[in-house]
């Protein structure tokens, strides 16, 4: 006897009555949520309104026009400050530092930070007290430091001087020759900036895989073929975290080279475009033509930054 099973659908079926009731419970659930969310992000959300997105595009509109800070009236100028700025003698000069420094000071902090991180990574007698040294000069203010390494680069009496005339080496004069002063400001930015990079490269080598050490190991793979091959490939995350924020970092420095050469010698000889900004906004009274500058800055750190992600995206596929 044949006997016929009726068809069962594979999708459950719901009345209109229950389907309505769930529609609502899922509306109103979602609801909750984007409440909750917009109450946690809310705060965070009008402080960077205030302090990050409104700064930024006051000084866009302020770059068109003509404006002393001590005085109220504002001439519209359109784009003359930024020919200005284009066609200025001393322009060059201020890029090539910008971009000298920047280099310089981005590839150092990393090659050191990962060479610390590395080296106090392993089992040492006091490697607490020697982690805690080479962070500590993070958190100290930069000028500070500025001042500070004045006395260790001083030509007459400084301890560059003292260890140079043991060797009978000749003391540049780091603060009258252009590239030796902005070698000073690259060594203590440097000095100044290692412990950050040094403690995210430290987190990441204690979170990494610990099987992999243990095969390569096993192999009998040499120590340096161990950092390259298997520890360095797991560090790409971190590598590129850091050479983003210590990018942006070393694009605003400051207070190192305010408080140690001004911007100096001969004018422009260690001026950045951000130490270009502050002077002829707040030196020269020319707000227009600094809030110029520091939009082309802007400009040129978020192109840089771009191709940066561009280019991970690139090396992730």
């Known amino acids: 006897?044949?006997?016929?099973?009726?068809?069962?659908?594979?999708?459950?079926?719901?009345?209109?009555?229950?389907?309505?009731?769930?529609?609502?419970?899922?509306?109103?659930?979602?609801?909750?949520?984007?409440?909750?969310?917009?109450?946690l992000i809310a705060p965070n959300l009008i402080l960077l309104i205030l302090f990050t997105y409104r700064p930024l595009i006051d000084n866009i509109r302020i770059s068109f026009y003509n404006w002393n800070i001590s005085s109220p009236n504002m001439t519209f100028v359109g784009l003359q400050n930024y020919i200005s700025w284009f066609k200025a003698?001393?322009?060059?000069?201020?890029?090539?530092?910008?971009?000298?420094?920047?280099?310089?000071?981005?590839?150092g902090s990393m090659v050191i930070g990962l060479l610390l991180a590395v080296l106090l990574d392993q089992k040492l007698v006091g490697r607490a007290a020697v982690r805690s040294m080479v962070f500590a000069p993070y958190v100290i203010a930069g000028a500070a430091i500025g001042v500070a390494f004045q006395f260790v680069f001083d030509p007459r009496?400084?301890?560059?001087?003292?260890?140079?005339?043991?060797?009978?080496?000749?003391?540049?004069n780091f603060y009258q020759q252009p590239g030796w002063a902005l070698f000073m400001i690259t060594v203590t930015y440097i000095w100044k900036n290692v412990g950050y990079v040094f403690v995210i490269y430290l987190?990441?080598?204690?979170?990494?895989?610990?099987?992999?050490?243990?095969?390569?190991?096993?192999d009998g793979t040499p120590p340096v073929r161990h950092f390259f091959r298997v520890v360095l490939p797991q560090l790409r995350?971190?590598?590129?975290?850091?050479?983003?924020?210590?990018?942006?970092?070393?694009?605003?420095?400051?207070?190192?080279?305010?408080?140690?050469?001004?911007?100096?010698?001969f004018t422009y000889g260690t001026t950045t475009m951000v130490?270009?900004?502050?002077?002829?906004?707040?030196?020269?009274?020319?707000?227009?033509?600094?809030?110029?500058?520091?939009?082309?800055m802007f400009l040129v750190v978020l192109i840089i930054t771009v191709a940066q992600i561009k280019m991970q995206e690139r090396l992730d596929k």
């Open 237 to 265: 995350g971190t590598t590129f975290f850091l050479s983003i924020t210590v990018l942006l970092n070393s694009f605003q420095v400051f207070d190192i080279i305010n408080a140690m050469t001004r911007g100096g010698p």
């Open 157 to 172: 009496y400084g301890l560059i001087q003292h260890f140079l005339t043991l060797l009978h080496i000749p003391v540049p």
């Open 89 to 107: 003698p001393e322009t060059p000069q201020v890029v090539w530092n910008t971009f000298v420094f920047t280099f310089f000071a981005v590839a």
């Open 275 to 296: 130490f270009q900004v502050y002077t002829e906004t707040f030196v020269n009274n020319r707000a227009g033509y600094g809030a110029a500058v520091a939009t082309i």
């Open 1 to 39: 006897m044949n006997t016929t099973i009726p068809a069962v659908s594979a999708e459950p079926t719901i009345s209109e009555g229950s389907s309505a009731t769930y529609k609502k419970k899922r509306a109103k659930i979602d609801w909750k949520q984007v409440g909750l969310a917009t109450l």
């Open 203 to 218: 987190a990441a080598l204690q979170s990494r895989r610990a099987d992999l050490d243990e095969a390569s190991e096993i």
